[in-house]
């Protein structure tokens, strides 16, 4: 698989269906990963510090959720698609 992150990777999940993989890394980027292919279909790079966990939503696979290094938690669309967070960075 090719490389995305620019640092280590601190979480990963993979889909209920096993169709995506998400990951999330000390450089502050999110992948969500088609595993068929092994390619990155979406990165995010939010330059907020280190994302140490992510995690599917169960019930619905367009929405992961991650934890940011500020204490923060985000829900973001994995689909290729703006981001579902409101309000100031």
């Keep these: ?8 990777i601190l979480c990963m999940d993979w889909s209920f269906d096993n169709s995506q993989l998400i990951t999330t890394g000390e450089d502050g980027a999110i992948c ?6 092994r390619t990155c279909i979406r990165s995010i790079a ?10 599917f939503h169960p019930l619905n696979p367009n929405l992961a959720i991650v934890g940011m290094s500020t204490g923060c938690l985000e829900v973001f669309k994995t689909a290729v698609q703006n981001s579902l967070k409101e309000g100031p960075r």
């Design 1 to 8: 698989a090719p490389k995305i992150h620019a640092k280590a």
């Design 32 to 37: 969500i990963w088609e595993t068929s292919t």
């Design 46 to 55: 939010l330059r907020e510090g280190p994302i140490h966990c992510c995690r």
